[in-house]
């Protein structure tokens, strides 16, 4: 029975500006022997880190093919992907959901150049890649003179020795890809190279390898993330008696103390200068501490009804004692399992949760790379906290989440999130 041949694919892009001008890399190599058997680079124009990095992986693919006339044939042929970029690699290898629009025609493109079976994708990280890297740097320096990169002119192989077995071919190794604040700061450890630049930036801003990376900013190949501010509203006559009040009941205006609330947010927020963008619950309690803010701010207040509160059916306005001495076995099976709701027809967690991971998904795609004040109320705050953390619906009873409290959650362009705060209220003090 012949053997597959067996090829590895190793490909790179970036984009000085993300977006801005961008081109992508890719090199086929012999794993027995790590002789380069093809080359391929481009300046593509003004697009983003991501595109570039699904560009390079396509040329690279398309070049394993056609040293390969019967490629396609079952056992023909087996690929071997390495990039650095985990988003393409975990969502190409089925871990992480596409959910920009640009990258499903490209990660689909990507797909039929070669049946599934033939290709597997491993991360490496970039100073594994520099052969890829170089080719890709090479092509947008060639777009900076207003020329295409032709092969002929590359020293890209010469600038990288390769091992001569394939034992000698680095670990595959990496971050992991359950958590996107480990995946960033581990990505952005290895972003910086010395020499004359990565994939990512031009050649005057190459960081030394040991210049720390100050703050919480993502990998390059992710973008900034949305970053959504949650502020639970400001205090109703309700609150301190900490009755039921959620969409189904009385809507309650702010107190005194909940206006005297709202407008000590508004001033912090004011002075942290960070707020891009306003969203309010539909509710009269957070539209009201929303237009405090807005107010200093100087921004509109858009409402999305996915951000209201739970609906508490006949609950509504009742205490917890009050409910469990007139609902007992229904707050019981409430208190057991996210899919039973409150009495007279409220909402389950489980509805809940579907309705706020569905405006979940529409904000950060609407708000990406941007920071976002979400007015709202403790459910809808605690269900972004507990998918964010990725824990189970009975992590909602154990956070505590005081009137005009704040938290934060950063989305990253992987599907992946990263809860910053929970809580705060050191502006109330």
């Given at each position: 029975m012949t053997q597959p041949r067996q090829l590895v694919v190793e490909a790179d892009g970036g984009s000085r500006g993300n977006p801005g001008p961008a081109g992508y890399g890719a090199v086929v190599i012999d794993p027995a022997t790590g002789e380069t058997l093809a080359e391929a680079a481009e300046y593509i124009g003004v697009a983003t880190n991501n595109v570039a990095e699904y560009k390079g992986l396509i040329a690279g693919l398309k070049a394993a093919k056609a040293l390969v006339p019967d490629a396609s044939a079952d056992g023909a042929l087996r690929v071997r992907v390495r990039m650095d970029s985990k988003l393409v690699v975990e969502q190409m290898s089925g871990r992480w959901k596409i959910k920009h629009p640009d990258m499903k025609p490209l990660a689909a493109e990507a797909a039929r150049i070669l049946p599934a079976s033939v290709v597997?994708?491993?991360?490496?990280?970039?100073?594994?890649?520099?052969?890829?890297?170089?080719?890709?740097?090479?092509?947008?320096?060639?777009?900076?003179?207003?020329?295409?990169?032709?092969?002929?002119?590359?020293?890209?192989?010469?600038?990288?020795?390769?091992?001569?077995?394939?034992?000698?071919?680095?670990?595959?190794?990496?971050?992991?890809?359950?958590?996107?604040?480990?995946?960033?700061?581990?990505?952005?450890?290895?972003?910086?190279?010395?020499?004359?630049?990565?994939?990512?930036?031009?050649?005057?801003?190459?960081?030394?390898?040991?210049?720390?990376?100050?703050?919480?900013?993502?990998?390059?190949?992710?973008?900034?993330?949305?970053?959504?501010?949650?502020?639970?509203?400001?205090?109703?006559?309700?609150?301190?008696?900490?009755?039921?009040?959620?969409?189904?009941?009385?809507?309650?205006?702010?107190?005194?103390?909940?206006?005297?609330?709202?407008?000590?947010?508004?001033?912090?927020?004011?002075a942290r200068g960070t707020i891009e963008e306003i969203v309010s619950s539909p509710l009269r309690r957070c539209r009201e501490t929303a237009a405090a803010v807005a107010s200093r701010l100087g921004l509109e207040v858009r409402i999305e009804d996915g951000l209201r509160e739970t609906d508490f059916g006949a609950w509504e306005g009742l205490t917890f004692a009050e409910v469990r001495e007139r609902y007992g076995p229904d707050l019981d099976a409430w208190l057991g399992s996210a899919k039973a709701a409150p009495t007279g027809g409220g909402e389950s967690f489980a509805e809940v949760t579907r309705r706020v991971a569905a405006t979940r998904d529409r904000l950060t795609a609407r708000y990406a790379g941007r920071t976002v004040l979400l007015v709202t109320h403790v459910t809808p705050i605690k269900t972004l906290v507990r998918l964010a953390l990725g824990a189970p619906p009975e992590a909602m009873f154990r956070m505590e989440l005081s009137a005009a409290s704040v938290s934060a959650v950063a989305y990253y362009a992987d599907g992946n999130a990263s809860l910053r705060l929970l809580n705060d209220t050191s502006h109330l003090r």
């Open positions: 597997t994708y491993e991360w490496i990280p970039r100073e594994q890649n520099k052969h890829a890297d170089r080719l890709a740097n090479e092509a947008m320096d060639a777009g900076r003179r207003g020329e295409q990169w032709e092969p002929s002119s590359s020293t890209a192989a010469l600038d990288t020795p390769r091992p001569s077995t394939t034992a000698d071919l680095p670990p595959v190794s990496g971050p992991p890809g359950d958590a996107a604040a480990g995946a960033a700061r581990a990505r952005a450890a290895l972003s910086a190279r010395p020499g004359t630049g990565t994939a990512a930036e031009p050649a005057a801003a190459a960081a030394s390898p040991s210049a720390p990376r100050q703050g919480w900013g993502a990998a390059p190949d992710l973008g900034a993330p949305a970053t959504f501010v949650l502020l639970r509203h400001g205090e109703t006559a309700l609150t301190p008696e900490k009755r039921f009040s959620g969409s189904g009941g009385s809507d309650p205006e702010l107190s005194a103390t909940g206006r005297h609330q709202a407008e000590l947010i508004a001033r912090s927020l004011a």
